[in-house]
């Protein structure tokens, strides 16, 4: 995500500067020119940034904000990109007075990650989700807008609370459902595997760490998630074994209309 987005912001900034404790990875930025300068430790030069982008898993993300004001002398605008919201909005809120604050969520993203698979187009015809703080400043809110212009995303802000109750259902559920379709599924059968069934478990090829920390950072609106989740799968568990051809049809057609509702809005899919 981060590389991702250094390269959308190419060449609309002064200077990129990035930080990265792989050495691999830091070779690869240089030799891509993804930055201009990238670094091992945050203390090598986080303190000439006048916008600081957290662009790491969540746990990392909380790391990092509890370490800035030891990092960082003066008084940047700081942005994460972490996929769960409230539990950083928090710890953000810790920070003192002179960090501008404007966390946000890109609803985009690939199933591979590493600089080596990263785009500038990641993030077109995307969200991208603010979740600003009382104390953010209409600057910041600005930049943000801009940020979204230059990546060619659609801004979009909300509450922390109310986006990681909507990401559980859009985001965190369908990885869980990609997982367990993957763990259920016997490796006998994958000779006959199609697309169908790729493009429904292409997300448990996610890191699982990163996935781990996004599903402990939200866990109560994931199980709520999940609890609806398997209360659609016992009704449909239920007439299957009553074996009545009717309501497997109605439970398909009602899910199908849902569907072009979720995905179609106002078109005639949707009728």
């Not at 993804?34 to 957290?54: F, G, K, R, T």
């Not at 997300?203 to 209360?231: H, W």
């Amino acid at each position: 995500m981060g590389g991702s987005l250094a390269l959308a912001l190419r060449d609309r900034c002064k200077r990129l500067l990035a930080v990265d404790p792989d050495v691999g990875v830091r070779k690869l930025a240089i030799e891509r020119g993804v930055v201009d300068v990238i670094a091992a430790s945050p203390e090598d030069l986080l303190a000439e940034a006048d916008l600081v982008i957290l662009a790491a898993p969540v746990v990392q993300c909380l790391r990092l904000i509890e370490r800035l004001p030891d990092l960082h002398p003066g008084a940047p605008v700081v942005m994460d990109l972490a996929s769960t919201k409230v539990e950083i909005v928090r710890a953000l809120e810790r920070l003192p007075d002179r960090f501008d604050l404007l966390p946000a969520h890109p609803m985009c993203g690939k199933e591979t990650g590493g600089l080596a698979n990263a785009t500038p187009e990641l993030f077109s015809g995307a969200v991208l989700v603010f979740t600003p703080l009382e104390r953010t400043s209409p600057a910041a809110l600005d930049l943000g807008e801009e940020i979204a212009a230059v990546v060619r995303s659609t801004p979009l802000r909300m509450s922390p609370e109310l986006h990681d109750a909507w990401v559980a259902s859009t985001s965190h559920l369908p990885y869980l459902l990609a997982a367990a379709l993957a763990a259920a599924t016997p490796e006998d059968v994958r000779a006959l595997i199609g697309p169908g069934f790729r493009s429904t478990v292409r997300l448990a090829g996610s890191d699982p760490d990163m996935m781990a920390d996004v599903l402990l950072t939200n866990r109560t609106e994931v199980r709520a998630a999940l609890a609806g989740l398997k209360s659609e799968l016992v009704v449909l568990e239920q007439i299957l074994a009553d074996g009545d051809g009717d309501l497997i049809r109605q439970a398909l057609e009602a899910a199908r209309r849902k569907y072009n509702r979720l995905l179609f809005p106002g078109t005639d899919r949707d009728a």
